[in-house]
């Protein structure tokens, strides 16, 4: 069965940091644009950052710009994000996904995406 795992979640102190893994197992990753989505209590699900396939291009909500990395390695079958200088508001339950490509750049929008996986909690707080 085809399907994303995600893990590395976890409660950090404001400030700290996380690493994020998603993996894909029953396919390669070689050939898709994967992005990373979040979802808070009561709020939509939201784009957080994407990667091409071949890791050559990558896209940020304006709200993690500069404090989130993304990152892959084909090689591991394996997408990361590394956040940075955590916040109360990066609260959510983190999921990634395959995503489409929009005038060719990875698309952050939640219709743009599919074979989620199940998510992993993030919690920031002190």
């Known amino acids: 069965q085809s399907q994303l795992v995600e893990s590395g979640g976890g409660l950090v102190q404001p400030g700290g940091s996380l690493r994020l893994s998603c993996v894909a197992s029953g396919f390669t990753l070689d050939y898709y644009a994967i992005g990373w989505f979040r979802q808070a209590p009561g709020k939509e699900r939201e784009g957080v950052s994407c990667?091409?396939?071949?890791?050559?291009?990558?896209n940020y909500a304006d709200s993690v710009k500069g404090r989130f990395t993304i990152s892959r390695d084909n090689a591991k079958n394996t997408v990361y994000l590394q956040m940075n200088s955590l916040k109360p508001d990066d609260t959510a339950v983190y999921f990634c996904a395959v995503v489409f490509y929009r005038v060719g750049v990875c698309s952050l929008d939640v219709r743009d995406s599919g074979s989620w996986g199940q998510g992993t909690q993030v919690t920031v707080s002190s």
């Open positions: 990667i091409s396939s071949s890791g050559g291009n990558s």
